[in-house]
């Protein structure tokens, strides 16, 4: 089953990226400089800031549908980044190298589906979890914090 893996638009950031401190702490948001490589994965181009770069984390809504699974995370996002569009049936880096949650929802946002899956062998999982007729989409999960990361479709 070919995929999709979908990046988070930037739109949603654009007014916190022009905030002060004080702006971004009264939105649940903050400035936070990459300490590390890998480690501060931007949800918007989907690659992984260099250390020493400056990245917003903010709370982001990523399932926002009256159910029980309506949910919210913090996520990174480098300031000027490009929304990524992966090629149908690629897993980006960023995802590849990390260990995933995998959670499969279907058409009234009831999780119907889980896993947990090393990014290298994620293609596998999402192909298995698509090629069940009850499941609309997929949300990447990074694991060990539990922090959204991407969505996955049928190409």
């Given amino acids: 089953m070919t995929f999709q893996i979908h990046a988070l638009s930037p739109e949603p950031f654009e007014t916190l990226l022009a905030m002060d401190d004080a702006e971004l702490s009264e939105r649940r948001a903050c400035w936070r400089t990459a300490d590390c490589e890998p480690g501060y994965p931007c ?13 917003l984390l903010a709370n982001f809504e990523h399932l926002g549908e009256e159910t029980p699974y309506r949910a919210s995370h913090a996520v ?3 300031a000027g980044a490009r929304q990524a569009r992966p090629e149908p049936g690629s897993i980006p ?3 590849g190298r990390r260990l995933i949650s995998v959670r499969g929802f279907d058409a009234d946002w009831m999780m119907v589906a889980a896993d947990v ?3 290298a062998n994620l293609d596998a999982t999402i192909g298995t979890m698509l090629a069940d007729p009850d499941i ?4 990447l999960h990074i694991a060990k914090p539990g922090c959204y990361l991407a969505r ?3 190409a």
Avoid: K, P, W, Y
């Fill in 43 to 55: 949800r918007v181009s989907l690659e992984d800031a260099e250390a020493g770069e400056r990245l």
């Fill in 76 to 78: 990174f996002v480098r």
């Fill in 93 to 95: 880096d960023v995802i």
């Fill in 117 to 119: 899956v090393e990014g």
């Fill in 136 to 139: 609309a989409e997929l949300h």
């Fill in 152 to 154: 996955a479709t049928r």
